[in-house]
């Protein structure tokens, strides 16, 4: 269940230019958090002003920590940036509704685009069996590492080829043709559609991580709906990002618009 906590920040170190992981200590969101949820973070910079919502990257039970990895790109994240370890900070969650782990071993692609990669950290060490993870990014991609030290075979597409491969990432799957019982991934929305037609076109089932400008984050204000058809709907309905997802099967995703 969902609440809100004053968080007690342990850290917010800068991870390279412009992004930067911060820990907190809250203990009531920990213990309730899986893969795939975020967390409404406020900004102390007035009552008026919105939260901002923030994947939640990894998650401590034992010692009630959540890391969170935020790039800034406005007000609020620059809030973020500015605070220190000893400061407190307000935070609601966990929010939204996370990636289904499937229970058996098998073969999982995990797909992260720029600043979508954080939220499958968490959910690479939930996952059983041989884990690839496709990272795309502009120049370098962050959080290699991170996945590398969990086992993770990670694979590296660059626009402008600084590392890895010269392209985007669905390019370099369709070079590599990993095997996939199952895909999850975060990212942009165009990374996500032709991630979505590249696991329709094989059968396999993907689950996307959407992201959209979001308001009240909870559900009550439709800020933040996309369209999603249902298999046997006969229409697309609005869901919520906020509460319906963020995660969804990208089959059920309507992308044409
Ligand atoms: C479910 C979800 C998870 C996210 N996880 C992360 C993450 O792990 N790391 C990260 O760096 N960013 C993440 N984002 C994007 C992050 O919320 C925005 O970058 C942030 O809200 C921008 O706030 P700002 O004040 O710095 O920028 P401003 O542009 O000044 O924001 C103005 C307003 O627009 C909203 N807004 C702006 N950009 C976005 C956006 N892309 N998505 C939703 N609302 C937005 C803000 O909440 C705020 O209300 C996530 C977004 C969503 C929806
Ligand atoms: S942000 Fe208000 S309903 Fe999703």
Redesign the pocket.
């Known amino acids: 269940m969902k609440s809100i906590a004053i968080a007690e920040i342990l850290s917010n170190n800068k991870l390279s230019d412009g992004i930067f992981e911060m820990i907190i200590a809250v203990d009531s969101i920990a213990k309730e958090a899986k893969a795939g949820q975020?967390v409404n973070v406020y900004t102390g910079l007035g009552e008026n002003i919105?939260p901002?919502?923030?994947?939640i990257?990894e998650i401590d039970k034992e010692n009630g920590t959540l890391t969170?990895?935020?790039?800034?790109?406005?007000?609020?994240?620059?809030c973020f940036s500015d605070c220190t370890a000893g400061q407190e900070i307000k935070v609601l969650g966990p929010l939204?509704n996370g990636f289904i782990v499937p229970e058996e071993e098998a073969s999982h692609v995990v797909v992260g685009g720029g600043?979508g990669a954080?939220?499958l950290i968490e959910l690479v060490k939930a996952l059983k069996g041989e884990v690839n993870v496709f990272l795309g990014a502009r120049s370098k991609p962050i959080l290699i590492e991170k996945f590398e030290a969990l086992g993770a075979r990670v694979h590296v597409a660059t626009d402008d080829g600084s590392v890895g491969f010269k392209g985007n990432v669905v390019e370099l799957m369709n070079k590599m043709q990993p095997k996939a019982d199952f895909i999850y991934s975060c990212g942009p929305k165009i990374m996500l559609n032709f991630l979505s037609q590249w696991a329709k076109s094989r059968g396999i089932s993907a689950q996307v991580s959407m992201?959209?400008?979001?308001?009240c984050g909870i559900g009550a204000c439709v800020g933040c709906a996309i369209k999603i058809k249902k298999e046997g709907d006969s229409d697309w309905q609005n869901l919520k990002?906020c509460k319906d997802g963020?995660v969804f099967m990208s089959n059920e995703v309507v992308w044409d618009e």
């Open positions: 975020f919105l901002r919502p923030i994947s990257s969170l990895i935020y790039q800034v790109v406005g007000v609020g994240t620059k939204g600043i954080p939220p992201e959209e400008r979001m308001a990002v963020p």
